[in-house]
């Protein structure tokens, strides 16, 4: 392709050089998994799994029985875990739609404050009604 007078030890060695410079620059396993870019988001993952997992589900799931019978409506207390499992269905597909057209950030701290406010709610509740029942 480039003629027979054509030396190709120039080329050659640079693409020895661009090599070892590149090996040089990519990290290893380690530095990569102690660099503070990788830290910064693990810590940031292991933070919303924690609040997901601290968020309304164990509470309602723990204490469902207890808010359906305390609140007096007719479906049977053995019905309520058919009812909210049914409900987290429809609302995580509808949240999977809602993903699609929606900002996460802006997404995430409306349902994180929802979730709060609807938690502070429940456990003002039961604390008032332990305070009457003394």
Do not use: H, N
């Not at 990569?32 to 509470?59: E, H, I, P, Q, Y």
């Amino acid at each position: 392709f480039r003629g027979k007078d054509y030396r190709i030890e120039e080329e050659l060695i640079e693409i020895v050089d661009k090599k070892k410079s590149k090996e040089l620059r990519s990290l290893g396993v380690m530095k990569s998994l102690l660099s503070k870019r990788f830290l910064f988001a693990f810590l940031k993952l292991g933070l919303l799994m924690g609040l997901k997992d601290w968020a309304g589900t164990m509470v309602i799931t723990g204490y469902m029985v207890s808010i359906f019978m305390e609140s007096g409506i007719s479906i049977e207390p053995e019905l309520a875990p058919v009812l909210v499992s049914s409900l987290q269905l429809l609302f995580s597909i509808v949240s999977s739609i809602i993903l699609r057209f929606t900002p996460r950030k802006p997404l995430f701290l409306i349902c994180a404050f929802t979730i709060s406010l609807s938690l502070f709610t429940l456990g003002t509740y039961y604390f008032l009604i332990k305070d009457l029942e003394e």
